[in-house]
């Protein structure tokens, strides 16, 4: 996968980004944060969850803005790699400029089962992004599902 690659799977299938998935719909993005006008395009004003983990190096805060606002739940995680922000001073990020949907689950695979039952009833989208150390472990899981 190159930088910018996007792939949309389910919970069981990986299916090519021209597909529309059954809910819910799992967009993977390995870097940077998803064209949120684009994504509505598609998918309308089904429930958006998002799982993000973030490098250090990496501006978090305006990644995070864009989502800000947007979403129903973020679920912030560590992507693998010693490079990795903190979960913890992302949401106390969040915390500060008023967002009250977020919360650390560590693990990059857990974070989207979290994400994926909070908007399965509305037929809903999970985002996973941030990083390609975040996108890399749920790729993996997706494809052994």
Not at 14 to 32: E, I, K, N, S, Y
Not at 40 to 57: K, N, T
Request: net charge negative; proline share 5%; glycine share 8%.
């Amino acid at each position: 996968m190159t930088a910018g690659d996007d792939t949309e799977a389910t919970a069981a299938l990986t299916v090519d980004d021209a597909a529309v998935a059954v809910p819910p719909a799992v967009l993977v993005r390995d870097d940077g944060v998803y064209d949120l006008a684009g994504m509505r395009a598609v998918y309308g004003e089904r429930p958006l969850g998002v799982v993000f983990g973030v490098l250090r190096e990496k501006d978090a805060a305006s990644m995070l803005a864009r989502l800000k606002g947007e979403t129903d739940v973020i679920v912030l995680t560590r992507p693998e790699s010693e490079r990795a922000a903190d979960p913890a001073h992302l949401e106390y990020g969040l915390l500060d400029c008023g967002e009250r949907r977020a919360m650390v689950v560590e693990d990059p695979v857990e974070a989207l089962g979290v994400v994926v039952e909070a908007v399965r009833s509305g037929a809903g989208v999970v985002l996973v992004t941030g990083s390609l150390s975040t996108a890399a472990p749920v790729l993996r899981w997706l494809r052994e599902a």
